[in-house]
């Protein structure tokens, strides 16, 4: 991303803060940083806190070895940088950079031992969570966002139709999970984030962790897997059969994809994001399955798997060009078998753009 348009994420930051009636942001590495000055370095013991004060340049808060690191993120130009060395007191210099009185937003990553830290060099100060302030930024993804969730979807897409394209039956699911992984890296991926190999009874468990368990004939298997292209992450699932599936895996899997198709046909701007998973959940209670999808419809999805908004009733928000998230729906009946579809979706201007392309049909393999 340009150092143009980190300033101008920068810049909203600020009025939002302002807006807010807070006195200050403080961000430690994480993706909130990553989004707001493209600098990712390692979350450590030493704090490194970008510091943000309504009508004031931005400062980054860095250790003395990391300065260089430091001064080469995009968004160099736009800061002052304040380096602390190893032996000197860090929390003072922070908590000085900010007013003494107020409330301050803390970056939802920022460990404990480094906010009770500040806390104490600050005890006047309240502080409030800084999702609030940066979640709604986020989820409003820009074209150049866009294209790189585009293109994680796209190398997902092609890593599951590589795998598809041998017979998988007779492996475990742990060998199917590693070369899930690899065919991500071969697709484009700079990272295999997670790979769940669930199959027949275990994919009842959504997030289930592979196990030496071998795929046999019959068996229901869900394949949830991503990882990020440039930063930006993806996320899919799809439900496959090894051989000819029973007429109960056949049944579900059909009531998974009507719900799927409904939750997608509801998205476009305007519409408050708990109706899309009225929409699913709507499709999967009338079927009589209402007690057995036991997760939400979907999870914004960017810089991180998941993120805001979230496709479940708690939820408001309303949707507006250039929010990604999940349609993710399913079925799970313990012992028995699971089924889940996801794709990534993101909101267009009068509609709804799947980003996903791979099937969403009862697939047959081998
Ligand atoms: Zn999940
Ligand atoms: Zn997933
Ligand atoms: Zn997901």
């Excluded at 300033?7 to 940083?33: H, I, N």
Aim: charged share 20%.
């Amino acid at each position: 991303v340009e150092a143009a348009a980190h300033l101008a994420r920068l810049r909203a930051a600020s009025s939002t803060l302002e807006a807010a009636g807070l006195v200050g942001l403080v961000v430690p590495p994480s993706p909130d940083l990553a989004y707001l000055i493209g600098y990712a370095p390692m979350p450590m013991e030493r704090p490194t806190a970008l510091v943000i004060v309504p009508g004031q340049a931005p400062i980054l808060v860095v250790p003395t070895l990391e300065r260089a690191l430091a001064a080469r993120c995009p968004a160099a130009e736009g800061l002052d940088i304040v380096d602390w060395g190893d032996g000197e007191e860090p929390y003072r210099l922070i908590a000085d950079l900010v007013p003494s009185r107020g409330i301050v937003a803390a970056g939802d990553r920022l460990w404990g031992s480094h906010l009770l830290a500040l806390q104490v060099a600050s005890p006047s100060l309240r502080w409030t969570a800084a999702g609030a302030i940066l979640g709604p930024l986020r989820a409003r993804k820009d074209p150049q966002e866009l294209g790189a969730l585009r293109r994680a979807a796209a190398g997902a897409d092609a890593a599951l139709a590589e795998l598809l394209a041998t017979p998988i039956g007779g492996r475990r699911e742990t060998e199917v999970a590693r070369m899930l992984a690899d065919l991500l890296l071969v697709h484009g991926h700079a990272s295999a984030a997670f790979t769940i190999v669930a199959s027949g009874p275990n994919a009842a468990s959504p997030h289930h962790e592979a196990t030496d368990r071998i795929l046999g004939a019959g068996d229901g298997v869900v394949l949830d897997f991503g990882g990020d292209v440039d930063g930006y992450y993806s996320d899919t699932t799809r439900t496959i059969v090894v051989g000819a599936p029973s007429p109960e895996l056949r049944e579900i899997h059909r009531v998974v994809r009507d719900a799927h198709t409904a939750a997608t046909a509801a998205i476009r701007p305007g519409v408050e994001i708990r109706e899309i998973d009225r929409a699913a959940r709507g499709v999967i209670e009338a079927a009589g399955y209402g007690e057995a999808f036991i997760h939400r419809t979907g999870h914004g999805i960017g810089l991180e798997v998941h993120e805001p908004p979230y496709a479940t009733e708690g939820d408001d928000t309303v949707l507006a060009p250039g929010m990604t998230f999940s349609v993710e729906p399913g079925i799970y009946l313990p012992g028995v078998l699971g089924v889940r579809i996801e794709d990534i979706v993101a909101v267009t201007d009068d509609g709804v753009d799947v980003l996903n392309a791979s099937p969403r049909e009862l697939l047959v393999v081998g």
